[in-house]
């Protein structure tokens, strides 16, 4: 099975294909349209700025491909954020696949750190991507914008406020987690998103 990370300017790319060699997936980390495009899964990883990497997306013409691409595609923190129709994050146009704009986290409560950095739990977990896993799981978050609930939200988790810690629209879907962070439950989130 061809598994492609897509290679563009994310932090966690590296963590992402260590983590799948670990479930014995051999992914391939690349921009090449044509690589991705005969892909059977995909996958678009992110830790870092929206405008910057739409920016590498959009010279590298690989938003336009990605919106048109019917394999199971799955989006990792500000993978998933990309897969949105915009950010608040420099006012950032996104790549549109959910029509949502993604918010920042805003609390007047001294205790509320932002960025969410740590262990948090998923729950109301919908579709095959949580197969077998447990509600409540706990997971690893490290961010300061977070996606609102809407129709496409396959898990929900709370921190300041209730939101998307997953959606799902057809083929595309995302996480604002790390999944390769996340021990055994991420793992096996990874394993159900290879099995889609």
């Known amino acids: ?12 790319v590296q963590s992402v294909l260590f983590s799948l060699e670990r479930i014995g ?3 391939i980390v690349t921009d090449s349209l044509e690589s991705i495009k005969n892909a059977e899964k995909i996958i678009l990883p992110g830790v870092g700025e929206a405008n910057c990497a739409m920016k590498h997306l959009k010279e ?14 799955l989006g990792i923190c500000l993978g998933m954020q990309l897969l949105c129709k915009s950010s608040e994050e420099r006012s950032t146009t996104c790549i549109g696949i959910f029509d949502l704009l993604v ?3 805003q609390s007047n409560n001294k205790n509320d750190k932002i960025p969410q950095i740590g262990w948090n739990t998923i729950h109301n977990l919908k579709g095959p991507l949580f197969e077998n896993i447990p509600n ?3 997971q690893y978050f490290v961010h300061s914008y977070y996606v ?4 496409y939200t396959i898990s929900k988790t709370e921190y300041i406020i209730s ?8 083929n595309f879907y995302a996480v604002q987690f790390h999944p390769e962070k996340s021990s055994y439950v991420g793992h096996k989130i990874l394993e159900n998103f290879i099995r889609l």
């Open 1 to 12: 099975m061809k598994t492609i990370i897509i290679k563009y300017p994310a932090g966690n």
């Open 103 to 105: 918010k920042k986290f």
């Open 148 to 151: 609102p609930l809407g129709k």
């Open 25 to 27: 997936v051999q992914a």
């Open 136 to 138: 409540e799981s706990y």
């Open 163 to 170: 939101y998307s810690s997953a959606l799902q629209k057809n």
């Open 60 to 73: 590298k013409k690989l938003d336009i491909l990605l919106s048109k691409l019917k394999q199971p595609i």
